[in-house]
């Protein structure tokens, strides 16, 4: 029940370089709170288990931490294990960001996840920067009430614009 904002490096305070991911959405929605540990396991074959998870919801308040030292180049691999009770049908909003730096603007996120109801479960989408570019969905959907392995690989290449981000959903993480 505790806000994950104030423990050690986890931060909501946008303002941060490198970290500004906090943001109730839409702004206007009132009370707006910081997203909360709960004490609720959560545990992939192979991949490991926690004794406590992180409350994700609409009306919350992103915490973020810095990743030290910078990612500049090469490839970046970030790993989540989701147990989701709902997702939203319609307009779908980033809960996971990775920012490149700045305020966390949307030209300062490098990519984001989201997740769409698809009826009987759920689909994962991935986008590359602002809000505005295309969102790329999983053909295949996703049980609710389930831990769902996501495994995302962020390949930094040298020149402008031309970055791959890949969505890995439940893979055999010990292959």
């Known amino acids: 029940g505790q806000e994950l904002n104030g423990q050690g490096v986890w931060t909501n305070n946008s303002a941060s370089p490198n970290v500004g991911i906090g943001a109730c959405l839409p702004p206007t929605v009132d009370p707006c709170s910081n997203a909360k540990i709960l004490n609720q396991a959560i ?3 192979n991949f490991g288990n926690a004794t406590k998870s992180l409350e994700i919801a609409p009306i919350k308040d992103g915490v973020a931490r810095a990743i030290t030292p910078m990612v500049t180049s090469g490839d970046l691999y970030v790993a989540v294990v989701l147990n989701l009770s709902s997702a939203p049908a319609t307009s779908p909003s980033d809960f996971f960001r990775i920012n490149n730096g700045g305020n966390g603007t949307g030209s300062e996120v490098a990519f984001r996840m989201l997740v769409q109801d698809a009826g009987f479960g759920y689909k994962v989408g991935i986008r590359k920067g ?23 690989k962020y390949a930094q290449l040298a020149g402008a614009n031309d970055d791959v981000l890949n969505v890995y959903v439940n893979p055999d993480f010990a292959a």
């Open 130 to 152: 602002a809000s505005s570019n295309t969102t790329a969905f999983t053909t295949d959907l996703y049980n609710y009430n389930e831990n769902v392995l996501i495994v995302l």
């Open 43 to 45: 545990s992939y074959l």
